[in-house]
């Protein structure tokens, strides 16, 4: 009885660890000027991130993409304000429906939309040129799986 009570418990333990789905990953943002890339995948989702800083030294930042009711990819500066002076930055999601974004200044404050351009049609946001204002700390994707097309019925 013992032994299947243990049993039970390392397969509900091990089904709590599986089913929660997410991978963080550190990064470094460099302020040379250069366009950087940074992504992460979990199965066949995938949040990229791109960039262009200068100003500064170099910054740990980290990348988080979770599914949780659906998909949430985080690119932010843990704990710490950036000081870096971001040139213009992207970020999309590649294998769900993109829903919204929040974007956030280096003070936490959320940029106002004319900042930046969302296309949910390729499920991506990018900075425009002459609009964003070079302060960044948090960029949030909100995404849903994308539904298989349905193959039209034959006609009878």
């Known amino acids: 009885m013992l032994r299947m009570l243990r049993l039970f418990l390392v397969c509900a333990l091990l089904s709590v660890v599986l089913s929660s789905k997410e991978i963080v990953q550190p990064f ?23 960039w262009a800083a200068v100003g500064g030294t170099n ?5 988080s993409l979770t599914k949780e009711n659906g998909y949430t ?5 843990p704990e710490k304000t950036s000081y870096l002076f971001f040139q213009n930055f ?13 974007i956030f200044d280096s003070l936490g404050n959320v940029l106002a ?6 296309d949910f049609s390729d499920g991506s946001v990018k900075s425009i040129e002459g609009k964003f204002k070079n302060s960044l700390g948090r ?12 193959k039209p019925d034959k006609e009878l």
């Open 28 to 50: 470094n943002v460099q302020p040379n000027g250069q366009v950087s890339h940074f992504d992460v995948a979990l199965g066949k989702v995938k949040c990229l991130f791109s």
């Open 59 to 63: 910054e740990d930042w980290q990348m």
């Open 73 to 77: 990819c985080v690119v932010e500066r």
């Open 90 to 102: 992207a970020a999309s999601i590649l294998g769900a429906e993109l829903k919204s974004v929040e």
């Open 113 to 118: 939309s004319e900042n930046f351009d969302i």
């Open 139 to 150: 960029v949030v994707l909100h995404a849903k799986k994308s539904k298989k097309k349905k």
